[in-house]
């Protein structure tokens, strides 16, 4: 695996969902639940636990069953307390390194506000004896049996289980034999699945993953495991990665990497390069929020308009990818047309600056009308806001581009006075879950994000009484096929109200060693599946 930078941490209550962490999963940190393989990946299986949980209290309350099995890399079973370690450790106060933070808002454990407002869990991780009875009955052990008890239903929690953040953490006396390195965390690294650390982590360098002997297949539903050993090396540049995989020569030939390529690179392959070339969704999709405080934007019409001008097809000739939404559905993962994001029915890809422009007309302004779009720089991203401009100028817009550096870009347009500033902002979003429900809440729901100190991630202050009513009827709702189209109407209300306009679903270009056997990708990891993958 060559990777180009660093790798933070190994610790799995530290990680975020990317593609280190499903790294993590697909080699040696297990989960109570997992995504399958094959033509299954999109299905969530249960991988310490025997299923994908059993849910009691209108989804209040989920339990889930250890396989018989699983072990950590020593031998030692592993249990219903050290699952209930590893959950705890997510209470820890924020350090330099900090994962998802799930458990803190969802489980029933005391709270208390804080002098800015913020409500926050009392307790504060296995160190803190005073909270710990609480925590216990929030996280109850029954044998082989874990149970959640949480706040409100969460009919989504099979899925947020399988977050890095719910992976078991060992015994403090039993981290032995196990990997070391500033680069990994606080704690020792300890093996649940079918490798484990061989010796240490180098930062700059990498390290070795070899057979993990106390893993079990008969109790693993998910992970394969072909390859003897998994050389993880970093402290690469993106263009010496790209460089080695094309050449493929000696050890690079069964390598595999989740750095991106130029999209240009497929223009000029061979069809041999071409067919160790694949075109994986990112999980990413590309959009923009309507400032509903802006005084061109408050108007429902303009956000007709402009919506109804948008080009699509000139962003994806700039940017790569698939336009996002119902005219793609065929050929999105279901994971991705879940999470909602999509244009009206009938949406031309290439928008319709005609019909915006009479519509503009009917709604009594005069032409062109202003509207200032802000975007991150970048050359792909300044490329493409132009010929968006281009479109949206034919309906009747006179376009006011501005780009702010990337690093900077999210802090500036959830500053309040962002709102006064612009009309129109780009927006990215990756769900750390493949559901709707880690996609229209945290982008558009005003009671979570909109304070005094800003919008939060819902930057064009969307705010709509019908739309939140739907959310939380599609967040009580245990039935999936019920709820998937609780949340489907709830997207369709935000597009239709004009809380974003769909821009793309991104895919990246991904290159592997010729000497890889079997390489398939997963929609949800987004990168190349540890589970299955073999080499010659």
């Known amino acids: 695996m060559l990777v180009a930078g660093e790798v933070r941490t190994w610790d799995p209550q530290r990680m975020h969902p990317g593609p280190e962490a499903f790294f993590a999963q697909r080699t040696f940190v ?44 020593d031998g030692a079973p592993v249990t219903c307390e050290d699952v209930r370690r590893g959950v705890a450790r997510t209470f820890e106060p924020e350090g330099d390194l900090r994962g998802t933070n799930y458990a803190t808002f969802l489980l029933e454990v005391p709270t208390r506000v804080t002098a800015t407002g913020l409500e926050e869990p009392v307790y504060t991780g296995p160190a803190d004896a005073a909270g710990r ?23 989504d929690f099979p899925r947020i289980v399988a977050l890095p953040e719910f992976a078991p953490s060992p015994a403090p006396h039993s981290a032995t034999g ?55 090396s970093t402290g690469l540049d993106e263009g010496q990665v790209i460089a080695r995989l094309l050449n493929g020569q000696g050890d690079d030939a069964r390598a595999v990497s989740w750095v991106a390529a130029s999209p ?17 969704f990112t999980g990413n999709v590309d959009y923009l929020a309507l400032n509903h405080r802006s005084g061109v934007m408050a108007d429902p019409a303009v956000r007709a308009a402009f919506a109804l001008a948008t080009n699509r097809s000139t962003y994806l000739a700039a940017i790569g990818g698939e336009p996002a939404g119902e005219p793609t559905w065929s050929v999105l993962p279901p994971v991705v047309s879940d999470t909602g994001l999509t244009p009206p029915a009938g949406q031309s890809v290439d928008g319709d600056p005609v019909a915006a422009r009479a519509l503009l007309e009917r709604s009594g302004r005069t032409l062109p009308v202003t509207v200032r779009v802000v975007h991150a720089e970048s050359v792909l991203g300044d490329k493409a806001y132009a010929a968006l401009a281009a479109g949206w100028e034919r309906a009747g817009f006179d376009v006011r581009l501005s780009s ?52 939060g991630q819902d930057v064009g202050y969307f705010d709509d009484a019908a739309v939140q009513a739907l959310t939380d009827r599609a967040g009580a709702t245990l039935d999936t096929a019920a709820r998937a189209d609780l949340w489907l109407r709830a997207d369709r209300a935000v597009r239709d109200a004009g809380g974003y306009v769909a821009l793309a679903a991104t895919r990246a270009l991904h290159v592997h060693g010729p000497g890889v056997t079997h390489y398939e990708e997963h929609p949800v990891g987004g990168i190349v599946d540890l589970a299955t993958v073999s080499v010659r």
């Open 30 to 73: 297990r989960t109570l639940t997992g995504y399958g393989t094959g033509a299954h990946q999109l299905d969530l299986i249960g991988d310490l636990a025997t299923t994908t949980g059993t849910p009691a209290d209108a989804g209040r309350t989920w339990s889930f069953t250890l396989r018989d099995g699983a072990s950590w890399q």
């Open 133 to 155: 009875a609480a925590f216990e009955r929030a996280v109850a052990c029954s044998g082989r049996t874990i149970t959640f008890h949480l706040r409100t239903p969460e009919p």
């Open 178 to 232: 196990a990997a070391t390195g500033s680069a990994l965390g606080p704690d020792r690294v300890m093996s649940t699945g079918p490798y484990r650390f061989s010796g240490a982590w180098t930062p700059g360098s990498g390290g070795t993953l070899v057979r993990n002997e106390g893993w079990d297949p008969a109790s693993d539903p998910i992970r394969a495991a072909h390859p003897d050993t998994v050389t993880v």
């Open 404 to 455: 702010l550096p990337a690093p900077d870009y999210y802090a500036a347009i959830s500053a309040p006075a962002a709102a006064a500033a612009y009309d129109v902002f780009r927006g990215a979003w990756i769900p750390d879950l493949p559901s709707a429900a880690a996609v229209l809440p945290p982008l558009f729901d005003a009671r979570t994000n909109i304070d005094s100190t800003g919008p």
């Open 264 to 280: 240009t690179l497929r223009n000029q392959a061979t069809p041999a390069l071409a067919a160790r070339m694949t075109t994986p």
